[in-house]
C-alpha cells in the first residue's frame, strides 16, 4: 500500500518501528481456538469479542459458491434498500476488497489496509479513514483479510465491527449486508454469521452451485444452534431456469426468493462500476430492478426463515445426477 492509497487526509502515523510481514500476520493471527459454544464435534471457533455485537439494525450475511455474483448481488440489494428509504451498510469481507466497487466507483483501502499504517492501534483511526459513501448514501467497508496463508479472517469481519460500535456508526444504520468470501470453509469466514439475522445463499441452476449451497446451509444450520441468525432463502442468479434450484430447495425445506436472469446488462454494469440502478430504463433491466426492490421489501419485512436440512453430501451428488 502506497500513500496514494490511502483514505483523503490519512498519512501513515509515526512509528516505533516500521510494521514488517511477521508483525502484521502477528496481529492477525491466534485469533482461532476453542469457544465454550461450539457448533459441532471438532470444530474450532472463532474467539469473537462478545462486545463487539448489532444490536438495532437487521443484519444479512451473502454467501455462496466463489464467483457466483455475491458481490454484485449485495451491492444491488443495498442500493434497492436505500431507495426504499433504509440507511444502509455494506462490509466486503474479502481481501480483493472488490465489493463496494460498483456503488463507490472506486477500489477503497481496506480496514486491515488501514490498520496497518497506524501499527494496528485502532484509537487512532476516525471513521472517515475506512467508511466510504457510495450509490444513494450507502456506506461502504471492505474488511480485507491477513496475508495469504496466515492469520484469520474472522479476526477481521470481528475487528471491522468492533471499529464501527467504537465510532458509534451502527446505531444510526437501519441495514448490514455482509458481502462474504466463497464457500464457508472454516469458522474464520462464518464470523458473519455470528452477526446475522439472515443468511441468504446465492446460487445457479447448476450442479456446482448447489452442491455449495448445500454445504452452506450445514454451515448455517450449525451457527443457528447457538446464535440468532437463520436461514433466509436461495437467490437464484445467473440463471435462465431455476428447476434445478427449486427441486433442491424443496427436497431440503427451502424456499428460492429470488430470480436474477443472465442478462448482459449485468456483466455491463460491473464493466461500467455501477449499479443496475444506473443501468438505464430498457425493460430487461427495469425488470431486475424491480425483482431487487420487491426482494429488499420482503427481507426487511422479515417474516420468512428456514429450518432446512441439508444433505450429506452423497446423497446430493445422487440427488442432482440424471441421465
Same mark, same amino acid.
Given at each position: 500500500?502506497?500513500?496514494?492509497?490511502?483514505?483523503?487526509?490519512?498519512?501513515?502515523?509515526?512509528? &516505533?518501528?516500521?510494521?514488517?510481514?511477521?508483525?502484521?500476520?502477528?496481529?492477525?493471527?491466534?485469533?482461532?481456538?476453542?469457544?465454550?459454544?461450539?457448533?459441532?464435534?471438532?470444530?474450532?471457533?472463532?474467539?469473537?469479542?462478545?462486545?463487539?455485537?448489532?444490536?438495532?439494525?437487521?443484519?444479512?450475511?451473502?454467501?455462496?459458491?466463489?464467483?457466483?455474483?455475491?458481490?454484485?448481488?449485495?451491492?444491488?440489494?443495498?442500493?434497492?434498500? &436505500?431507495?426504499?428509504?433504509?440507511?444502509?451498510?455494506?462490509?466486503?469481507?474479502?481481501?480483493?476488497?472488490?465489493?463496494?466497487?460498483?456503488?463507490?466507483?472506486?477500489?477503497?483501502?481496506?480496514?486491515?489496509?488501514?490498520?496497518?499504517?497506524?501499527?494496528?492501534?485502532?484509537?487512532?483511526?476516525?471513521?472517515?479513514?475506512?467508511?466510504?459513501?457510495?450509490?444513494?448514501?450507502? $456506506?461502504?467497508?471492505?474488511?480485507?483479510?491477513?496475508?495469504?496463508?496466515?492469520?484469520?479472517?474472522?479476526?477481521?469481519?470481528?475487528?471491522?465491527?468492533?471499529?464501527?460500535?467504537?465510532?458509534?456508526?451502527?446505531?444510526?444504520?437501519?441495514?448490514?449486508?455482509?458481502?462474504?468470501?466463497?464457500?464457508?470453509?472454516?469458522?474464520?469466514?462464518?464470523?458473519?454469521?455470528?452477526?446475522?439475522?439472515?443468511?441468504?445463499?446465492?446460487?445457479?441452476?447448476?450442479?456446482?452451485?448447489?452442491?455449495?449451497?448445500?454445504?452452506?446451509?450445514?454451515?448455517?444450520?450449525?451457527?443457528?444452534?447457538?446464535?440468532?441468525?437463520?436461514?433466509?432463502?436461495?437467490?437464484?442468479?445467473? &440463471?435462465?431456469?431455476?428447476?434445478?434450484?427449486?427441486?433442491?430447495?424443496?427436497?431440503?425445506? $427451502?424456499?428460492?426468493?429470488?430470480?436474477?436472469?443472465?442478462?448482459?446488462?449485468?456483466?455491463?454494469?460491473?464493466?461500467?462500476?455501477?449499479?443496475?440502478?444506473? $443501468?438505464?430504463?430498457?425493460?430487461?433491466?427495469?425488470?431486475?430492478?424491480?425483482?431487487?426492490?420487491?426482494?429488499?421489501?420482503?427481507?426487511?419485512?422479515?417474516?420468512?426463515?428456514?429450518?432446512? $436440512?441439508?444433505?450429506?453430501?452423497?446423497?446430493?451428488?445422487?440427488?442432482?445426477?440424471?441421465?
Amino acid at each position: 500500500m502506497t500513500l496514494l492509497d490511502l483514505p483523503q487526509g490519512l498519512k501513515p502515523r509515526p512509528q &516505533s518501528h516500521p510494521v514488517t510481514r511477521d508483525d502484521r500476520a502477528a496481529a492477525l493471527r491466534g485469533a482461532a481456538g476453542r469457544d465454550p459454544r461450539e457448533d459441532g464435534e471438532g470444530s474450532v471457533q472463532f474467539q469473537m469479542d462478545p462486545t463487539a455485537t448489532i444490536d438495532k439494525a437487521k443484519v444479512f450475511a451473502v454467501y455462496g459458491k466463489g464467483g457466483i455474483g455475491k458481490s454484485t448481488t449485495s451491492s444491488n440489494l443495498s442500493a434497492a434498500f &436505500s431507495r426504499l428509504g433504509k440507511r444502509v451498510l455494506q462490509i466486503g469481507c474479502d481481501p480483493k476488497h472488490d465489493s463496494t466497487f460498483t456503488l463507490t466507483k472506486r477500489l477503497v483501502p481496506t480496514v486491515i489496509d488501514v490498520l496497518e499504517t497506524v501499527n494496528f492501534h485502532t484509537e487512532e483511526l476516525r471513521p472517515e479513514d475506512y467508511v466510504y459513501e457510495g450509490y444513494n448514501g450507502v $456506506m461502504c467497508v471492505e474488511a480485507g483479510g491477513p496475508p495469504a496463508g496466515t492469520g484469520c479472517g474472522g479476526y477481521v469481519v470481528g475487528q471491522t465491527v468492533k471499529l464501527l460500535k467504537e465510532h458509534h456508526l451502527l446505531e444510526d444504520t437501519d441495514v448490514v449486508i455482509f458481502d462474504v468470501l466463497g464457500d464457508v470453509v472454516c469458522g474464520g469466514f462464518a464470523a458473519p454469521l455470528q452477526h446475522a439475522e439472515r443468511a441468504l445463499i446465492v446460487t445457479a441452476n447448476d450442479f456446482d452451485s448447489i452442491f455449495a449451497m448445500n454445504r452452506i446451509v450445514a454451515a448455517i444450520k450449525a451457527k443457528s444452534k447457538n446464535y440468532e441468525v437463520r436461514l433466509g432463502g436461495a437467490i437464484a442468479n445467473r &440463471s435462465k431456469n431455476t428447476d434445478e434450484i427449486d427441486r433442491f430447495c424443496s427436497a431440503i425445506g $427451502m424456499e428460492r426468493i429470488a430470480h436474477l436472469p443472465d442478462l448482459d446488462a449485468i456483466r455491463r454494469s460491473r464493466l461500467k462500476k455501477s449499479t443496475l440502478f444506473e $443501468m438505464g430504463d430498457e425493460p430487461e433491466i427495469v425488470a431486475v430492478q424491480n425483482e431487487y426492490m420487491r426482494l429488499a421489501a420482503t427481507l426487511y419485512a422479515g417474516d420468512k426463515d428456514f429450518a432446512a $436440512m441439508p444433505m450429506k453430501d452423497r446423497d446430493i451428488f445422487d440427488f442432482l445426477g440424471f441421465e
